[in-house]
């Protein structure tokens, strides 16, 4: 019913920026929340940026002044801006939202996923 995808992602290189898009669509009543996670080669999924409905963003250290999360609440779209990238943040970086849809029903949605590439 809610459907999530996610742009943005390219190779850049060290010191380099992205910005990384999320749109949802379908019978969504309101955005509780929006994560961004990445997932590196060898390496667990990592939750890097959520922003709840208040506008309040928070992040992991590792990515501490470096990486902004934002919302537009009229297009249901969130922005990770990601500034002074490093070569550890090369993974594939997914957004997960969760909300309310029209029926009062609560969802979980999950984008497809977009490379992030940072060369050294």
């Known amino acids: 019913q809610v459907q999530l995808v996610a742009s943005g992602g390219g190779l850049v290189q060290t010191g380099g920026s992205l910005r990384l898009s999320c749109t949802a669509s379908?019978?969504?009543?309101?955005?509780?929340?929006i994560n961004w996670y990445r997932q590196a080669p060898g390496k667990q999924r990592e939750l890097v940026a959520t922003?709840?409905?208040?506008?309040?963003?928070n992040y992991v250290d590792s990515v501490k002044g470096r990486f902004t999360i934002s919302r537009d609440y009229a297009k249901t779209t969130s922005y990770l801006q990601m500034n002074s990238l490093k070569a550890e943040d090369t993974a594939v970086y997914y957004c997960?939202?969760?909300?309310?849809?029209?029926?009062?029903?609560?969802?979980?949605?999950w984008g497809q996923g977009t490379q992030v590439t940072v060369s050294s």
């Open positions: 997960n939202v969760k909300g309310r849809l029209r029926d009062f029903r609560r969802f979980e949605s």
């Open positions: 379908g019978s969504i009543s309101s955005i509780d929340a």
């Open positions: 922003i709840t409905s208040g506008g309040n963003g």
